[in-house]
């Protein structure tokens, strides 16, 4: 079993910045593809980042390259998640996710990921 608990979300303006937290316990975080995704009101969870086990290889949906970063601290067990230029649009809760690395794929559908943070609220203001 493995338990997500996120921090770091809360209300900026419009090109600001956050940094998302997800700390996990439970097992080796080190075997573990780690995710963050969102969900707006009335839209699907979508995937935002994800990082494999080691940190080498990371995944960006098209809306948020080039503004967010996940990165990994294996030592400290926690997946962060950088947003800078925020947006609008942007505006979700967002959760943090796991499931054991598979190693040869990047799993990008929430369905394919076994446990979940409760999620932190981010809103962006105009």
């Known amino acids: 079993q493995v338990q997500l608990v996120e921090s770091g979300g809360g209300l900026v303006q419009a090109g600001g910045s956050l940094r998302l937290s997800c700390a996990a316990s439970?097992?080796?975080?080190?075997?573990?593809?780690m995710g963050w995704f969102r969900q707006a009101p009335g839209k699907e969870r979508e995937c935002v980042a994800t990082?494999?086990?080691?940190?080498?290889?990371?995944y960006y949906a098209d809306s948020v390259k080039g503004r967010f970063a996940i990165s990994r601290d294996n030592a400290k067990n926690t997946v962060y998640l950088q947003m800078n230029s925020l947006k609008p649009e942007d505006t979700a809760v967002y959760y943090c996710?796991?499931?054991?690395?598979?190693?040869?794929?990047?799993?990008?559908?929430?369905?394919?990921?076994?446990?979940w943070g409760q999620g932190t609220q981010v809103t962006v203001t105009s």
């Open positions: 990082i494999n086990f080691g940190g080498g290889r990371t």
């Open positions: 996710a796991a499931l054991t690395d598979p190693l040869y794929y990047t799993p990008t559908a929430a369905n394919e990921y076994r446990y």
């Open positions: 439970g097992r080796t975080f080190s075997s573990l593809h």
